[in-house]
């Protein structure tokens, strides 16, 4: 088993610095599990359309040729640029830029292939604790312990976001 994470936009702060409050190794250790950092891995290229436009992205190689079974575990919460982070968002983890805030014009488009590229095989949604508003830098924390799952990231998408009253237009 293994938790991966990217650096965050603008070198603000590496994944192992954002898990050290979450106690994330500590977790991985129990679990045998390993905690790697998809920044400097060697990337690939995967480049398809996604919503009638040609998407380019560069992706840690083993996750797209040494994994099994994908997992996706976003946490339930509103976004600034995407309205929700949700499954398919969440994804945008994966990838190893950190410059990746610059990329967020393209945040419609890229996801959907990261999802492709991926297929999450489990999507399981935290939302014991979600955030609401201007998130996820502003946003305000709101208990409702809800916690689903499902075998499709849209399926999954759909499902929270009816729930958090977002619509799809």
């Keep these: 088993m293994i938790v991966g994470e990217s650096d965050e936009g603008s070198h603000s702060?590496?994944?192992s610095q954002s898990f050290e409050g979450l106690c994330t190794h500590e977790i991985c250790s129990g679990m045998n599990a390993e905690f790697v950092n998809l920044q400097g891995l060697q990337l690939v290229s995967v480049e398809d359309t996604a919503d009638g436009r040609r998407v380019k992205v560069e992706l840690p190689k083993?996750?797209?040729e040494d994994i099994n079974c994908f997992i996706s575990v976003p946490v339930l919460?509103?976004?600034?640029?995407?309205?929700?982070?949700?499954?398919?968002?969440?994804l945008w983890g994966c990838y190893p830029d950190t410059m990746g805030c610059l990329h967020h014009k393209n945040v419609s488009?890229?996801?959907?292939?990261?999802?492709?590229?991926f297929d999450p095989r489990i999507v399981?949604?935290?939302?014991?604790l979600a955030l609401n508003g201007y998130g996820p830098t502003y946003g305000v924390p709101r208990r409702?312990?809800?916690?689903?799952?499902?075998?499709?990231?849209?399926?999954?998408d759909s499902l929270t976001s009816s729930i958090m009253e977002i619509s799809a237009s």
Excluded: E, Y
């Design 13 to 15: 702060f590496t994944p």
């Design 62 to 64: 083993f996750l797209l």
């Design 77 to 90: 919460k509103m976004h600034a640029m995407t309205t929700v982070t949700n499954s398919i968002k969440n």
């Design 109 to 117: 488009h890229r996801p959907a292939l990261l999802t492709w590229a």
């Design 124 to 128: 399981p949604v935290d939302g014991t």
């Design 144 to 156: 409702t312990n809800l916690i689903s799952a499902s075998s499709s990231p849209v399926a999954a």
